[in-house]
């Protein structure tokens, strides 16, 4: 079966849903990294995650999501656009001992330091236009409460999200609670029968356990949990992995560091060899290469061989 998305509607309730299932791209992402089991649990729950808000919030860009750490894991990024084109790396310590039952807190805030940074990345900027980047310090003990709690104080909106991540599949559901209609006042009116139909619905979403998502599709997931209740599926799109990088790109990047930083790294090493992350791509950069990046009349594309 595809990879997919799959976003719900319930019509007698003031609540959208999205179910995500992710096998292909997760084993795309990971040929290109060995990352022990605990870590490669984490990723793969922050992609689910990253694939379910990019999905629910109307953005012409790209998502990115990371999670700062202090731990043995350093840094997990995905980015995820609106197209659901997905790329994702994790960075460890280099002395990093990563234990078969570690936690959240001890792969991630051992210390309580750690923090969450969520950037919307517009496709199309207006000149002067910069991302929006929300940051928080790491509240929660798990991917999904981080996120819920975020959603709640960044944004308002209640929000649930199970996910559930191997080796082999990512699995996720989120329900979110709209905002409420606003009266004449312009506040925002209480509604006990939404606040009911929203506890009924999280009950429910509330029995799923983390061996029930990562053995059963989603399409029986939606019909064992809301198989009662009224609601519209739209058909599921397809998220897929996609790496942007490009030698163009990596020649932007170098030209930054400047031609004296650059001059001197090419003393010491010879040639220049950039290392993408996240599709595992290597750009090599001779120093005809670097001098030619640095020419007033040079090309937009950085010549020499592309890739390794």
């Not at 299932?21 to 060995?34: C, D, P, V």
């Not at 061996?211 to 599921?236: G, M, N, Y």
């Not at 993408?276 to 061989?305: H, I, M, R």
């Amino acid at each position: 079966m595809k990879d997919q998305l799959k976003k719900l509607l319930f019509q007698h309730a003031p609540v959208r849903g999205e179910f995500v299932e992710l096998s292909e791209t997760w084993h795309q992402i990971q040929l290109h990294h060995g990352y022990p089991l605990p870590v490669t649990r984490l990723l793969g729950e922050m992609i689910g995650a990253a694939v379910l808000l990019s999905a629910n919030i109307k953005f012409d860009g790209s998502l990115i999501m990371q999670v700062q750490g202090s731990g043995p894991v350093r840094l997990l990024v995905v980015e995820c656009d609106s197209s659901l084109k997905i790329r994702a790396t994790a960075k460890l310590a280099e002395d990093a001992v990563i234990k078969e039952n570690a936690t959240f807190t001890d792969l991630i805030n051992p210390n309580g330091t750690g923090r969450f940074v969520i950037t919307l990345d517009p496709h199309d900027k207006v000149p002067g236009q910069r991302p929006y980047q929300g940051i928080v310090s790491l509240d929660g003990e798990s991917i999904s409460r981080i996120i819920e709690n975020y959603m709640k104080q960044s944004e308002q909106l209640d929000t649930r999200i199970w996910l559930a991540a191997d080796s082999l599949v990512i699995r996720g559901l989120l329900l979110q609670k709209m905002p409420p209609e606003t009266g004449p006042d312009g506040l925002a009116e209480k509604n006990d029968e939404d606040d009911k139909a929203w506890e009924h619905l999280l009950a429910l979403a509330s029995t799923l356990k983390t061996e029930e998502l990562l053995e059963t599709d989603i399409e029986t997931l939606q019909h064992r949990l809301f198989w009662e209740e009224d609601l519209f599926a739209f058909d599921p799109v397809h998220p897929a992995f996609s790496c942007s990088c490009s030698r163009e790109k990596v020649g932007n990047m170098l030209k930054m560091l400047g031609k004296k930083e650059i001059d001197d790294a090419l003393k010491e090493q010879g040639n220049l060899a950039i290392h993408c992350d996240y599709c595992g791509k290597t750009y090599s950069f001779d120093p005809v290469d670097c001098a030619q990046l640095f020419t007033d009349n040079s090309s937009s594309e950085p010549p020499g061989p592309s890739v390794h």
